[in-house]
């Protein structure tokens, strides 16, 4: 059975800090799909990264920056510089291709930035 | 504006009624996903449609709940017998079938729907 862990529930930080939210994954399968996805306070899941098991390469988009490192099953978001509007839920998914394409969820770190 | 939307996006039922919502996709995608989450968790898989395909139905999805694609496009979910417990908010998701490097599997949500069972 696939499993998506986020330990950390919240998180408060100031303006600017640098962030960083884990996500630990559980599945058997050798292809599957990580995803972090945003729920700002209006409610819109939000998709911001879709990484495959193959690929193990770091990325940066602006502010953001990703990790993946499957030898400890771990796929944890950095947001660097943060802002008030980086405040909102985040969530790390798990997509099996091989069965739909569903999305297991972890249950969400909810991020406060304060100014 | 050709997101994903949800209708209604609120409902307040009373326990025992009927509800039914209704999804409608970015147009040019094939797949349409639902998920429930409650309070504090994140989304669960309901089930999912290709077309009008139903190709996968969680256990979540008890007999009380059905969904339906009649023609591969908006996507209906009908709770019979409304319950407490089936208070959540109702999530439609869909998927472009343009296959490659999974991005056939990144999914874009709609709004939502909130259900309130009092």
């Known amino acids: 059975a696939q499993k998506v862990t986020q330990a950390q529930t919240e998180i408060s930080v100031v303006e600017k800090e640098d962030v960083t939210l884990d996500c630990v994954y559980e599945?058997?399968?050798?292809?599957?799909?990580l995803f972090w996805y945003k729920q700002p306070p209006s409610g819109e899941l939000v998709f911001l990264i879709r990484r495959n098991s193959f690929d193990e390469q770091n990325e940066i988009s602006g502010r953001y920056s990703w990790n993946f490192q499957k030898s400890t099953s771990s796929f944890n978001f950095t947001i660097t510089a943060s802002q008030v509007v980086d405040s909102a839920v985040y969530f790390c998914?798990?997509?099996?291709?091989?069965?739909?394409?569903?999305?297991?969820f972890g249950d969400g770190t909810t991020l406060t930035v304060k100014p | 504006d050709t997101g994903v939307s949800q209708n209604p996006r609120h409902k307040i039922t009373k326990r025992g009624q009927n509800v039914t919502f209704r999804c409608d996709p970015i147009?040019?995608?094939?797949?349409l996903y639902w998920y429930r989450q409650t309070l504090g968790q994140g989304p669960e898989f309901l089930t999912y449609f290709q077309n009008e395909a139903q190709l996968e139905k969680s256990r979540l999805l008890s007999d009380r709940f059905s969904a339906e694609r009649p023609k591969g496009s908006f996507s209906t979910l009908e709770i019979q017998r409304t319950e407490q417990g089936d208070s959540a908010m109702y999530l439609c998701a869909s998927s472009s079938p343009i296959p490659g490097q999974g991005a056939e599997y990144e999914q874009y949500f709609g709004p939502g729907t909130r259900l309130t069972v009092t």
């Open positions: 147009s040019e995608h094939n797949r």
């Open positions: 998914a798990l997509s099996e291709p091989f069965k739909a394409g569903k999305s297991t």
């Open positions: 599945t058997r399968d050798t292809t599957y799909y």
